[in-house]
Protein backbone atom coordinates (compact mmCIF):
# COMPACT_ATOMS: atom_id res chain seq x y z
CA UNK A 1 0.00 0.00 0.00
CA UNK A 2 1.72 3.23 -0.86
CA UNK A 3 2.14 6.15 1.45
CA UNK A 4 -0.56 8.45 -0.26
CA UNK A 5 -3.32 5.83 0.24
CA UNK A 6 -2.16 5.37 3.73
CA UNK A 7 -2.71 9.31 4.16
CA UNK A 8 -6.31 9.28 2.24
CA UNK A 9 -7.14 6.62 4.85
CA UNK A 10 -5.53 8.62 7.51
CA UNK A 11 -8.15 11.48 6.48
CA UNK A 12 -10.62 9.63 6.06
CA UNK A 13 -10.26 8.29 9.82
CA UNK A 14 -10.01 11.47 10.94
CA UNK A 15 -12.89 13.21 9.39
CA UNK A 16 -15.20 10.19 10.58
CA UNK A 17 -14.01 10.58 14.05
CA UNK A 18 -14.62 14.59 13.88
CA UNK A 19 -18.20 13.98 12.73
CA UNK A 20 -18.61 11.24 15.52
CA UNK A 21 -17.64 13.63 17.89
CA UNK A 22 -20.04 16.41 16.61
CA UNK A 23 -22.57 14.55 16.85
CA UNK A 24 -22.30 13.34 20.23
CA UNK A 25 -21.74 16.75 21.48
CA UNK A 26 -25.03 17.76 19.45
CA UNK A 27 -27.20 14.52 21.13
CA UNK A 28 -26.01 15.74 24.60
CA UNK A 29 -26.93 19.23 24.18
CA UNK A 30 -30.30 18.72 22.74
CA UNK A 31 -30.88 15.78 25.17
CA UNK A 32 -30.13 18.37 27.97
CA UNK A 33 -32.69 20.77 26.47
CA UNK A 34 -35.31 18.53 26.32
CA UNK A 35 -35.03 16.43 29.10
CA UNK A 36 -37.78 18.38 30.86
CA UNK A 37 -40.01 18.15 28.38
CA UNK A 38 -42.64 14.95 28.96
CA UNK A 39 -42.53 13.37 25.35
CA UNK A 40 -38.88 12.60 26.29
CA UNK A 41 -39.70 10.81 29.22
CA UNK A 42 -41.29 8.01 26.79
CA UNK A 43 -38.50 7.28 25.98
CA UNK A 44 -36.36 7.64 29.80
CA UNK A 45 -38.36 5.79 31.58
CA UNK A 46 -37.59 2.70 30.65
CA UNK A 47 -34.48 2.93 28.69
CA UNK A 48 -30.67 2.36 31.02
CA UNK A 49 -29.00 3.33 28.24
CA UNK A 50 -30.75 7.06 27.88
CA UNK A 51 -30.28 6.98 31.86
CA UNK A 52 -27.09 5.94 31.67
CA UNK A 53 -26.28 9.23 29.06
CA UNK A 54 -28.00 11.38 30.91
CA UNK A 55 -25.25 10.64 34.05
CA UNK A 56 -23.01 11.19 31.33
CA UNK A 57 -24.44 14.19 30.55
CA UNK A 58 -23.86 15.81 33.61
CA UNK A 59 -20.36 15.09 34.11
CA UNK A 60 -19.66 16.31 30.85
CA UNK A 61 -21.70 19.54 31.12
CA UNK A 62 -20.22 19.88 34.41
CA UNK A 63 -23.01 21.80 35.91
CA UNK A 64 -22.47 23.58 38.86
CA UNK A 65 -24.82 23.77 41.77
CA UNK A 66 -25.54 28.02 42.64
CA UNK A 67 -24.65 28.87 46.32
CA UNK A 68 -26.82 31.47 47.19
CA UNK A 69 -25.41 31.93 50.37
CA UNK A 70 -21.75 33.22 48.63
CA UNK A 71 -23.22 35.36 46.01
CA UNK A 72 -21.53 38.47 46.71
CA UNK A 73 -24.40 41.02 44.63
CA UNK A 74 -27.27 39.51 46.43
CA UNK A 75 -25.46 40.47 49.82
CA UNK A 76 -25.15 43.71 48.59
CA UNK A 77 -28.61 44.18 47.50
CA UNK A 78 -30.82 42.12 50.31
CA UNK A 79 -28.06 41.45 53.09
CA UNK A 80 -29.98 37.70 52.92
CA UNK A 81 -27.13 36.39 54.81
CA UNK A 82 -28.28 37.20 58.34
CA UNK A 83 -28.54 33.62 60.59
CA UNK A 84 -31.61 33.75 63.27
CA UNK A 85 -33.97 31.47 64.25
CA UNK A 86 -37.20 33.24 64.37
CA UNK A 87 -40.00 33.46 61.93
CA UNK A 88 -41.25 36.65 63.02
CA UNK A 89 -40.20 40.59 63.67
CA UNK A 90 -37.21 40.52 64.47
CA UNK A 91 -36.98 40.60 68.64
CA UNK A 92 -33.38 42.10 69.35
CA UNK A 93 -35.37 45.43 67.45
CA UNK A 94 -37.20 47.36 69.99
CA UNK A 95 -38.96 50.06 67.71
CA UNK A 96 -42.11 51.76 68.65
CA UNK A 97 -45.37 50.92 66.63
CA UNK A 98 -44.51 54.48 64.84
CA UNK A 99 -41.44 53.00 63.32
CA UNK A 100 -43.40 50.27 61.36
CA UNK A 101 -41.25 50.66 57.99
CA UNK A 102 -37.85 50.28 59.88
CA UNK A 103 -38.67 46.62 61.07
CA UNK A 104 -36.95 43.37 59.82
CA UNK A 105 -38.62 40.33 59.68
CA UNK A 106 -37.19 37.17 60.01
CA UNK A 107 -37.97 34.02 58.18
CA UNK A 108 -37.92 30.44 59.26
CA UNK A 109 -39.34 27.36 57.67
CA UNK A 110 -43.14 26.45 58.03
CA UNK A 111 -43.57 23.77 60.49
CA UNK A 112 -47.12 23.21 58.97
CA UNK A 113 -47.38 19.35 58.70
CA UNK A 114 -48.78 19.64 54.94
CA UNK A 115 -48.39 15.77 53.95
CA UNK A 116 -48.88 13.18 55.47
CA UNK A 117 -46.49 9.80 56.09
CA UNK A 118 -47.53 6.40 54.90
CA UNK A 119 -46.32 3.14 56.19
CA UNK A 120 -44.92 2.45 53.00
CA UNK A 121 -43.12 5.82 52.79
CA UNK A 122 -45.62 7.52 50.45
CA UNK A 123 -46.59 11.23 51.03
CA UNK A 124 -49.87 12.42 50.44
CA UNK A 125 -50.75 16.13 50.56
CA UNK A 126 -53.04 16.32 53.46
CA UNK A 127 -55.92 18.63 51.81
CA UNK A 128 -55.85 16.65 48.03
CA UNK A 129 -56.24 13.04 49.70
CA UNK A 130 -59.44 11.83 50.71
CA UNK A 131 -58.36 10.71 53.84
CA UNK A 132 -61.71 8.33 54.29
CA UNK A 133 -60.97 6.39 51.53
CA UNK A 134 -56.94 6.29 52.37
CA UNK A 135 -58.12 5.29 56.32
CA UNK A 136 -60.31 2.32 54.42
CA UNK A 137 -57.72 1.24 52.17
CA UNK A 138 -54.92 0.88 55.28
CA UNK A 139 -57.50 -0.89 57.47
CA UNK A 140 -58.79 -3.24 54.16
CA UNK A 141 -54.64 -4.05 53.84
CA UNK A 142 -54.15 -4.65 57.36
CA UNK A 143 -57.04 -7.09 57.86
CA UNK A 144 -55.53 -9.53 54.43
CA UNK A 145 -52.08 -9.05 56.17
CA UNK A 146 -53.45 -10.74 59.13
CA UNK A 147 -55.52 -13.29 57.45
CA UNK A 148 -52.35 -14.27 55.71
CA UNK A 149 -49.11 -12.63 55.92
CA UNK A 150 -47.31 -14.34 53.22
CA UNK A 151 -49.95 -13.38 50.54
CA UNK A 152 -47.38 -11.53 48.35
CA UNK A 153 -49.86 -10.24 45.69
CA UNK A 154 -51.88 -8.47 48.71
CA UNK A 155 -49.04 -7.98 50.68
CA UNK A 156 -47.11 -5.63 48.42
CA UNK A 157 -46.39 -1.95 49.56
CA UNK A 158 -47.29 -0.73 45.89
CA UNK A 159 -51.66 -0.53 47.07
CA UNK A 160 -50.47 2.56 49.31
CA UNK A 161 -47.64 4.03 47.37
CA UNK A 162 -50.46 6.16 45.70
CA UNK A 163 -52.60 8.52 46.98
CA UNK A 164 -56.26 8.41 46.78
CA UNK A 165 -57.24 11.98 45.21
CA UNK A 166 -59.89 14.17 46.24
CA UNK A 167 -61.48 16.13 43.02
CA UNK A 168 -59.44 18.91 42.15
CA UNK A 169 -56.38 16.96 42.72
CA UNK A 170 -53.90 14.99 40.81
CA UNK A 171 -50.84 13.26 41.27
CA UNK A 172 -49.04 10.21 43.00
CA UNK A 173 -49.09 12.77 46.13
CA UNK A 174 -52.02 14.25 45.36
CA UNK A 175 -50.75 17.49 45.42
CA UNK A 176 -51.40 19.01 41.72
CA UNK A 177 -53.98 21.25 41.68
CA UNK A 178 -56.50 21.28 38.81
CA UNK A 179 -54.96 24.88 37.93
CA UNK A 180 -51.21 23.57 37.53
CA UNK A 181 -52.50 19.97 36.15
CA UNK A 182 -54.18 21.97 33.09
CA UNK A 183 -51.37 24.54 32.90
CA UNK A 184 -48.60 24.52 30.27
CA UNK A 185 -45.92 23.44 32.70
CA UNK A 186 -43.74 21.19 30.66
CA UNK A 187 -42.23 19.11 33.95
CA UNK A 188 -45.55 18.44 35.14
CA UNK A 189 -44.97 15.16 35.51
CA UNK A 190 -41.60 14.93 37.33
CA UNK A 191 -42.90 17.55 40.42
CA UNK A 192 -41.66 15.88 43.55
CA UNK A 193 -42.45 17.14 46.97
CA UNK A 194 -40.23 18.87 48.96
CA UNK A 195 -39.37 17.98 52.75
CA UNK A 196 -39.12 21.41 53.91
CA UNK A 197 -41.59 24.05 52.18
CA UNK A 198 -40.31 27.13 50.52
CA UNK A 199 -40.79 30.27 51.99
CA UNK A 200 -42.74 32.71 49.93
CA UNK A 201 -42.92 36.47 50.25
CA UNK A 202 -45.79 38.16 47.89
CA UNK A 203 -44.97 41.72 47.62
CA UNK A 204 -47.83 44.32 46.68
CA UNK A 205 -48.17 48.28 46.12
CA UNK A 206 -51.25 49.60 48.01
CA UNK A 207 -53.67 52.88 47.76
CA UNK A 208 -56.99 52.40 48.56
CA UNK A 209 -57.91 48.84 47.76
CA UNK A 210 -58.97 47.90 51.36
CA UNK A 211 -61.30 45.34 50.61
CA UNK A 212 -59.58 43.56 47.73
CA UNK A 213 -56.32 43.31 50.52
CA UNK A 214 -58.81 41.72 52.84
CA UNK A 215 -59.76 39.03 50.52
CA UNK A 216 -55.78 38.13 49.60
CA UNK A 217 -54.98 38.03 53.19
CA UNK A 218 -57.76 35.68 53.60
CA UNK A 219 -57.08 33.71 50.55
CA UNK A 220 -52.98 33.80 51.26
CA UNK A 221 -52.69 33.86 54.66
CA UNK A 222 -51.71 30.27 55.43
CA UNK A 223 -49.42 30.02 52.41
CA UNK A 224 -47.53 33.26 52.33
CA UNK A 225 -44.93 33.43 54.81
CA UNK A 226 -44.69 37.36 54.66
CA UNK A 227 -46.32 40.21 52.61
CA UNK A 228 -44.22 43.09 51.67
CA UNK A 229 -47.02 46.06 51.53
CA UNK A 230 -45.71 49.42 49.95
CA UNK A 231 -47.27 52.60 50.56
CA UNK A 232 -46.46 55.89 49.98
CA UNK A 233 -47.70 59.58 51.01
CA UNK A 234 -47.67 60.38 47.64
CA UNK A 235 -50.38 59.03 44.72
CA UNK A 236 -49.14 57.77 41.23
CA UNK A 237 -50.10 61.16 40.09
CA UNK A 238 -47.66 63.13 42.69
CA UNK A 239 -50.12 64.45 44.89
CA UNK A 240 -49.94 64.25 49.36
CA UNK A 241 -51.93 61.26 50.37
CA UNK A 242 -52.46 60.06 53.68
CA UNK A 243 -51.12 56.77 55.29
CA UNK A 244 -54.57 54.90 55.11
CA UNK A 245 -52.94 51.56 55.17
CA UNK A 246 -50.64 52.55 58.52
CA UNK A 247 -53.67 53.72 60.42
CA UNK A 248 -55.41 50.84 59.94
CA UNK A 249 -52.86 48.48 60.62
CA UNK A 250 -52.28 50.54 64.05
CA UNK A 251 -55.77 51.22 64.89
CA UNK A 252 -56.05 47.48 65.08
CA UNK A 253 -57.26 46.58 61.34
CA UNK A 254 -55.68 43.92 60.16
CA UNK A 255 -54.25 42.44 63.44
CA UNK A 256 -55.11 39.18 62.07
CA UNK A 257 -52.34 39.23 59.66
CA UNK A 258 -50.19 41.73 60.77
CA UNK A 259 -47.32 39.38 61.90
CA UNK A 260 -47.02 38.34 58.46
CA UNK A 261 -47.23 42.02 57.07
CA UNK A 262 -43.53 44.00 56.44
CA UNK A 263 -44.80 47.83 55.95
CA UNK A 264 -42.78 49.68 53.28
CA UNK A 265 -42.74 53.43 53.43
CA UNK A 266 -42.17 55.17 50.22
CA UNK A 267 -41.72 59.13 51.28
CA UNK A 268 -40.73 60.82 48.64
CA UNK A 269 -41.82 60.90 44.73
CA UNK A 270 -39.67 60.33 41.74
CA UNK A 271 -37.54 62.66 39.70
CA UNK A 272 -39.84 62.82 36.22
CA UNK A 273 -42.65 61.03 37.72
CA UNK A 274 -45.37 63.94 36.91
CA UNK A 275 -44.01 64.33 33.48
CA UNK A 276 -43.43 60.50 32.77
CA UNK A 277 -46.05 58.17 34.60
CA UNK A 278 -44.65 54.99 33.82
CA UNK A 279 -41.33 56.07 35.97
CA UNK A 280 -43.98 56.59 38.75
CA UNK A 281 -45.64 53.37 37.44
CA UNK A 282 -42.03 51.42 37.56
CA UNK A 283 -40.38 53.06 40.36
CA UNK A 284 -43.43 52.07 42.99
CA UNK A 285 -42.64 48.45 42.15
CA UNK A 286 -38.50 48.90 41.78
CA UNK A 287 -38.80 50.29 45.72
CA UNK A 288 -41.34 47.77 46.68
CA UNK A 289 -38.67 45.28 46.21
CA UNK A 290 -35.82 46.66 47.52
CA UNK A 291 -36.44 48.02 50.31
CA UNK A 292 -38.78 44.85 51.41
CA UNK A 293 -35.85 42.54 50.26
CA UNK A 294 -33.29 44.09 51.61
CA UNK A 295 -35.30 44.00 55.25
CA UNK A 296 -35.82 40.32 55.51
CA UNK A 297 -33.10 38.24 57.17
CA UNK A 298 -32.81 34.27 56.85
CA UNK A 299 -33.90 34.47 52.43
CA UNK A 300 -32.75 31.49 51.15
CA UNK A 301 -31.96 31.23 47.04
CA UNK A 302 -35.29 28.86 46.59
CA UNK A 303 -37.83 30.89 47.90
CA UNK A 304 -40.77 31.84 46.26
CA UNK A 305 -40.82 35.84 45.40
CA UNK A 306 -44.22 37.16 43.93
CA UNK A 307 -45.33 40.18 42.95
CA UNK A 308 -48.78 41.36 42.21
CA UNK A 309 -50.83 44.97 41.88
CA UNK A 310 -53.54 45.14 44.95
CA UNK A 311 -56.19 44.50 42.47
CA UNK A 312 -54.56 40.86 41.16
CA UNK A 313 -55.30 37.90 44.06
CA UNK A 314 -53.63 34.91 43.06
CA UNK A 315 -55.60 31.62 44.29
CA UNK A 316 -54.30 29.82 46.98
CA UNK A 317 -53.72 25.67 45.50
CA UNK A 318 -51.45 27.55 42.60
CA UNK A 319 -48.90 29.40 45.41
CA UNK A 320 -49.06 26.42 47.61
CA UNK A 321 -48.07 23.54 44.54
CA UNK A 322 -45.34 26.18 44.29
CA UNK A 323 -44.34 26.46 48.06
CA UNK A 324 -44.45 22.69 48.58
CA UNK A 325 -42.73 20.91 45.65
CA UNK A 326 -39.48 20.97 43.57
CA UNK A 327 -39.42 20.43 39.96
CA UNK A 328 -41.51 23.48 38.42
CA UNK A 329 -39.57 25.65 36.32
CA UNK A 330 -39.63 30.09 35.83
CA UNK A 331 -40.50 32.53 35.92
CA UNK A 332 -44.21 31.89 36.39
CA UNK A 333 -47.27 33.78 34.98
CA UNK A 334 -50.90 33.27 36.81
CA UNK A 335 -53.65 33.41 34.69
CA UNK A 336 -56.58 35.19 36.01
CA UNK A 337 -59.92 35.76 35.38
CA UNK A 338 -61.09 39.12 34.28
CA UNK A 339 -63.68 41.34 35.53
CA UNK A 340 -64.69 45.54 35.91
CA UNK A 341 -66.35 47.55 38.86
CA UNK A 342 -67.48 44.14 40.49
CA UNK A 343 -66.98 40.09 39.55
CA UNK A 344 -70.68 40.50 37.74
CA UNK A 345 -68.77 42.02 34.99
CA UNK A 346 -66.57 39.11 33.92
CA UNK A 347 -64.56 40.10 30.61
CA UNK A 348 -63.24 37.38 28.16
CA UNK A 349 -60.19 35.97 28.34
CA UNK A 350 -57.60 35.88 31.49
CA UNK A 351 -55.10 37.60 32.24
CA UNK A 352 -51.41 36.56 32.42
CA UNK A 353 -48.39 38.13 34.12
CA UNK A 354 -45.25 37.29 35.12
CA UNK A 355 -45.61 37.52 38.52
CA UNK A 356 -43.09 34.53 40.10
CA UNK A 357 -40.10 33.08 40.84
CA UNK A 358 -37.24 32.38 42.81
CA UNK A 359 -35.42 34.65 45.09
CA UNK A 360 -32.06 33.52 43.40
CA UNK A 361 -33.24 34.23 39.87
CA UNK A 362 -35.14 37.79 41.24
CA UNK A 363 -31.60 38.94 41.66
CA UNK A 364 -29.12 36.93 39.39
CA UNK A 365 -32.02 38.06 36.20
CA UNK A 366 -33.95 40.91 37.60
CA UNK A 367 -31.43 42.39 39.78
CA UNK A 368 -33.74 42.61 42.71
CA UNK A 369 -36.16 44.58 40.69
CA UNK A 370 -40.10 43.50 40.80
CA UNK A 371 -40.75 45.70 37.62
CA UNK A 372 -38.39 43.31 35.76
CA UNK A 373 -40.19 40.33 36.50
CA UNK A 374 -43.35 41.49 35.56
CA UNK A 375 -41.79 42.27 31.86
CA UNK A 376 -41.42 39.42 29.48
CA UNK A 377 -37.66 40.20 28.53
CA UNK A 378 -35.64 37.96 30.69
CA UNK A 379 -33.81 35.80 27.75
CA UNK A 380 -32.28 39.12 26.71
CA UNK A 381 -31.16 40.18 30.48
CA UNK A 382 -27.17 40.16 31.08
CA UNK A 383 -27.49 37.15 33.70
CA UNK A 384 -30.23 35.10 32.30
CA UNK A 385 -27.94 32.46 30.66
CA UNK A 386 -25.37 32.71 33.69
CA UNK A 387 -28.10 31.62 36.19
CA UNK A 388 -29.78 28.98 33.72
CA UNK A 389 -26.68 27.53 33.83
CA UNK A 390 -26.18 27.37 37.37
CA UNK A 391 -29.73 25.86 37.68
CA UNK A 392 -28.65 22.89 35.33
CA UNK A 393 -31.89 22.98 33.55
CA UNK A 394 -33.78 24.97 30.93
CA UNK A 395 -35.63 27.54 32.20
CA UNK A 396 -39.28 27.74 30.32
CA UNK A 397 -41.53 30.36 31.69
CA UNK A 398 -44.86 28.89 32.36
CA UNK A 399 -48.56 30.37 33.72
CA UNK A 400 -50.89 28.42 36.76
CA UNK A 401 -53.82 27.81 34.79
CA UNK A 402 -54.80 28.36 31.62
CA UNK A 403 -57.69 30.54 29.31
CA UNK A 404 -60.53 28.40 31.05
CA UNK A 405 -59.10 27.30 34.46
CA UNK A 406 -58.75 30.59 36.57
CA UNK A 407 -56.16 30.50 38.93
CA UNK A 408 -56.50 34.08 40.51
CA UNK A 409 -59.12 36.66 39.76
CA UNK A 410 -58.03 40.42 38.23
CA UNK A 411 -61.10 42.93 39.63
CA UNK A 412 -60.09 46.29 37.64
CA UNK A 413 -61.69 49.46 39.43
CA UNK A 414 -63.71 47.49 41.80
CA UNK A 415 -64.74 50.15 44.44
CA UNK A 416 -67.73 51.57 45.27
CA UNK A 417 -68.09 55.01 43.15
CA UNK A 418 -66.19 56.99 45.73
CA UNK A 419 -63.56 54.86 45.34
CA UNK A 420 -63.61 54.89 41.67
CA UNK A 421 -63.31 58.80 41.97
CA UNK A 422 -60.00 58.34 44.02
CA UNK A 423 -58.89 56.29 41.55
CA UNK A 424 -59.02 58.06 38.86
CA UNK A 425 -57.55 61.93 40.72
CA UNK A 426 -54.52 59.33 41.68
CA UNK A 427 -54.09 57.52 38.41
CA UNK A 428 -50.41 58.17 37.00
CA UNK A 429 -50.02 60.78 34.63
CA UNK A 430 -48.80 58.39 31.59
CA UNK A 431 -51.63 55.45 30.75
CA UNK A 432 -53.61 58.14 28.39
CA UNK A 433 -56.49 58.95 28.32
CA UNK A 434 -56.03 59.83 32.29
CA UNK A 435 -59.70 59.85 32.79
CA UNK A 436 -59.53 61.48 35.96
CA UNK A 437 -58.54 64.89 33.90
CA UNK A 438 -62.07 65.11 32.42
CA UNK A 439 -64.56 66.56 35.15
CA UNK A 440 -67.51 65.12 33.84
CA UNK A 441 -65.80 61.70 34.00
CA UNK A 442 -65.67 62.32 37.67
CA UNK A 443 -68.89 62.82 38.74
CA UNK A 444 -70.70 59.97 40.94
CA UNK A 445 -73.82 59.58 39.08
CA UNK A 446 -71.77 59.08 36.04
CA UNK A 447 -69.74 56.62 37.25
CA UNK A 448 -73.18 54.51 38.83
CA UNK A 449 -73.85 54.59 35.51
CA UNK A 450 -70.83 52.80 34.36
CA UNK A 451 -71.12 50.40 37.03
CA UNK A 452 -74.65 49.83 36.15
CA UNK A 453 -73.98 49.22 32.52
CA UNK A 454 -70.29 47.43 32.41
CA UNK A 455 -69.23 50.46 30.18
CA UNK A 456 -65.87 52.15 30.14
CA UNK A 457 -65.15 55.78 29.99
CA UNK A 458 -64.95 56.22 26.43
CA UNK A 459 -68.35 55.50 25.95
CA UNK A 460 -68.08 51.63 24.52
CA UNK A 461 -70.25 49.59 26.25
CA UNK A 462 -68.84 45.66 25.92
CA UNK A 463 -70.80 42.68 26.16
CA UNK A 464 -69.95 40.28 28.56
CA UNK A 465 -70.57 36.73 29.11
CA UNK A 466 -73.28 35.30 31.74
CA UNK A 467 -71.77 35.33 35.57
CA UNK A 468 -73.23 33.86 38.72
CA UNK A 469 -71.91 34.22 41.93
CA UNK A 470 -72.70 30.31 41.86
CA UNK A 471 -70.02 29.63 39.65
CA UNK A 472 -66.84 28.49 40.29
CA UNK A 473 -63.84 30.91 40.80
CA UNK A 474 -66.60 33.51 40.88
CA UNK A 475 -64.90 35.17 43.28
CA UNK A 476 -62.12 34.79 46.43
CA UNK A 477 -64.00 32.81 49.22
CA UNK A 478 -63.69 35.03 52.12
CA UNK A 479 -65.88 37.95 49.76
CA UNK A 480 -68.41 35.00 48.90
CA UNK A 481 -68.57 34.13 52.81
CA UNK A 482 -69.31 37.41 53.49
CA UNK A 483 -71.68 38.07 51.21
CA UNK A 484 -73.68 40.93 52.80
CA UNK A 485 -71.08 42.91 53.43
CA UNK A 486 -69.51 42.97 50.15
CA UNK A 487 -72.30 42.80 48.21
CA UNK A 488 -70.96 45.83 46.41
CA UNK A 489 -68.31 43.77 44.79
CA UNK A 490 -70.37 40.48 43.91
CA UNK A 491 -73.94 41.78 42.59
CA UNK A 492 -74.46 44.74 40.37
CA UNK A 493 -76.01 47.47 43.33
CA UNK A 494 -77.42 49.19 40.23
CA UNK A 495 -78.75 46.81 38.06
CA UNK A 496 -82.33 46.56 39.50
CA UNK A 497 -82.37 50.24 40.63
CA UNK A 498 -82.20 51.76 36.97
CA UNK A 499 -84.06 48.89 35.72
Not at 331 to 352: A, C, D, E
Not at 354 to 363: D, E, K, R, W, Y
Amino acid sequence: MSSRVRMRIRRHKVFLLCLLGIFVVSFLHYYKALYNIPLLQEFSSPSNHLKTLKIFSDIFWNIPAADFNSQQDVHKLSRLNVKSKQGSFDSNEILPDGKLHERTFVLQNDPTPFFIHTESGAMCLKEGTDLADFATRHKLLQHHREIDPKDKAINTNEQMVRCPCLQGWHGPHCGIPTIVYHSNLPSKSKVTPRKVPRRVINAINVNHEFDLLHARFHELGDVVDVFLICESNFTAYGDSRPLLFRQMILNGTFDYIKHKILYIFLDHFPDGGRADGWIADDYLRTYLTKNGMSRLKGLKRDDVFIIDDADEIPARDGILFLKLHDGWTEPVGIHMRKSLYGFYWRQFGTLNVLSACTAAMLFKVYKGDGILLRRRSYYSMSGFREYENSTGRILVPWAIGSPVHYAGWHCSWCFKPEGIYYKLISAQNGDFPRWGDYSEKRKISYIEDLIQTGGWFDGSVPEYPPSDPKEHMYAPKYLLDNYKKYHYLLENPYAKEKH
